[in-house]
């Protein structure tokens, strides 16, 4: 499946279960680390997770499996690694401190509604 799509499924997943500030960053010109960045954010630790199992439901539902899953179970930050994206969910206190934004803004910013 082309990373774009699987951009496009995610961020429809994180959409329905209300996950705020979704931003999508290309960074395939910054990085061999993946193609996209995705970064959204729930209000609660329970929300968190409930985003997370949503996105890997879907991206399975789909034909992709995730690689690698890190922060599962804590709720403060959660990495799924699908190889051509990563998906990162945060609490919103989390991601005011990580701010990967920041961190990656060579890359480019994507609007969801432009997938």
């Known amino acids: 499946m ?4 699987m ?3 995610a961020c429809k997943a994180l959409e329905d279960k ?3 500030n979704i ?5 395939a010109d910054v990085s061999v680390l993946a193609d996209y960045f995705i970064i ?3 209000s609660n630790s329970n929300q968190v997770n409930a985003l997370v199992d949503t996105v890997e439901e879907e991206l399975y539902k789909a034909g992709c499996q ?3 899953r890190e922060g599962a179970g804590r709720g403060g930050w959660v990495l799924l690694d699908y190889g051509d994206i990563i998906v990162h969910v945060f ?4 991601r005011l401190f990580y701010d990967l934004e920041r961190i990656w803004k ?3 910013r994507i609007e969801v509604k432009d997938l």
């Open 66 to 68: 995730v690689k690698q």
């Open 91 to 94: 609490d919103k206190e989390n």
């Open 106 to 108: 060579d890359g480019k």
């Open 23 to 27: 931003c999508v960053i290309d960074i």
């Open 40 to 42: 959204a954010n729930g």
């Open 2 to 5: 082309e990373s774009r799509e």
């Open 18 to 20: 209300k996950g705020e």
């Open 7 to 9: 951009v496009r499924l």
